[in-house]
């Protein structure tokens, strides 16, 4: 069976489509997620596949704006002709390239970002603005995480993400964040920000909910 397409969705509103080329030899059909579904995962059945970071900077400023500072990082991407990164252009403010490897060449055009000659274990990190942050009810801002995604055919390879949130010490406090801590997904929170570590298959999306600490 032949890959069709690969599909990643980041939190600040970032979509990477890519035809992904490397075999599947590490996985079986038991780890491929169907449409509709989501599996937290406690070991990851693909370790050196893609992974994908992000850092979050959220300052006093963005609790005014929602704008928030990210960088975003693609890890250890497959062997491809041409990958097209498109970010939401109703959030973005700005967008640049911070660096890349193993990757013949990068071109920004408003909010799309077209790398050419990906080789086997490439990456690049993308530094964005964009207004991320959402104002709710009562003081409390949301930031969303996702939809983080995979695809492989008609469902969704594993793959591993790290979100890290940052702000000023004391500024802010997680009141809840969905989903809740599990196997796969877990959350570490900190009186200057947090950090999300998740291994899963299928479409993910969440949020942080944020508050002003009592």
Not at 88 to 102: H, K, M, Y
Not at 140 to 147: D, I, N
Not at 185 to 203: N, Y
Request: charged letters at 20%.
């Amino acid at each position: 069976m032949r890959p069709r397409g690969l599909a990643w969705h980041a939190a600040v509103g970032l979509l990477l489509m890519a035809v992904m080329a490397r075999p599947l030899m590490a996985l079986d059909f038991s780890d491929i997620a169907r449409e509709g579904e989501l599996r937290f995962l406690t070991v990851n059945p693909d370790p050196e596949a893609y992974r994908y970071e992000a850092r979050v900077l959220v300052t006093m400023q963005s609790l005014e704006t929602g704008l928030v500072e990210s960088a975003t990082c693609h890890r250890r991407l497959d062997p491809i002709r041409k990958v097209v990164i498109a970010f939401n252009p109703d959030r973005l403010q700005t967008l640049s390239v911070a660096e890349f490897s193993g990757i013949g060449d990068v071109q920004i055009e408003g909010h799309l970002i077209t790398l050419t000659a990906v080789e086997r274990g490439a990456s690049i990190c993308i530094t964005v603005s964009s207004h991320a942050l959402d104002l709710g009810e009562a003081g409390v801002w949301r930031l969303h995480v996702g939809p983080l995604m995979r695809r492989y055919l008609d469902g969704y390879l594993p793959m591993a993400a790290r979100l890290t949130v940052s702000w000023p010490q004391g500024m802010l406090a997680v009141s809840s964040v969905a989903p809740v801590s599990q196997p796969g997904f877990m959350v570490a929170v900190h009186p200057d920000g947090a950090q999300i570590d998740t291994v899963f298959a299928g479409r993910f999306t969440g949020h942080l909910e944020l508050s002003r600490p009592q």
